[in-house]
Nanobody, 117 residues
Framework: QVQVVESGGGLVQAGGSLRLSCAAS????????MGWYRQAPGKQRELVAT???????NYADSVKGRFTISRDNAKNTVYLQMNSLKPEDTGVYYC???????????WGQGTQVTVSS
């Protein structure tokens, strides 16, 4: 089993910044992918950014140029630096750790990000 714990959410004004962290523990396999998803009220969960253990990165178009994902493989931790935040970035941000072959995702409990206008 894999345990996933997020931290770093909060309330920020539009234009501000927040940094999310996610630590994974347990049976961490390599290769793997770590990433962030978010869910706004009344909407489906959507991808924000992912990064593989080989450092391949993928961003949603809506966050490109504003958010930066990174990871520390030695600590099994992934970070999401969020700059120039907008009210539409508001939602619960979930960390996902996924192993391949077969693909098995593990989710954290989520952390709330609220951006006020």
């Amino acid at each position: 089993q894999v345990q996933v714990v997020e931290s770093g959410g909060g309330l920020v004004q539009a234009g501000g910044s927040l940094r999310l962290s996610c630590a994974a523990s347990g049976s961490i396999f390599s290769p793997n992918r770590m990433g962030w998803y978010r869910q706004a009220p009344g909407k489906q969960r959507e991808l924000v950014a992912t990064i593989t253990s080989g450092a391949n990165i993928n961003y949603a178009d809506s966050v490109k140029g504003r958010f930066t994902i990174s990871r520390d493989n030695a600590k099994n931790t992934v970070y999401l630096q969020m700059n120039s935040l907008k009210p539409e970035d508001t939602g619960v941000y979930y960390c996902q750790v996924a192993k391949f072959n077969p693909f098995v995702p593990y989710w954290g409990q989520g952390t709330q990000v609220t951006v006020s206008s």
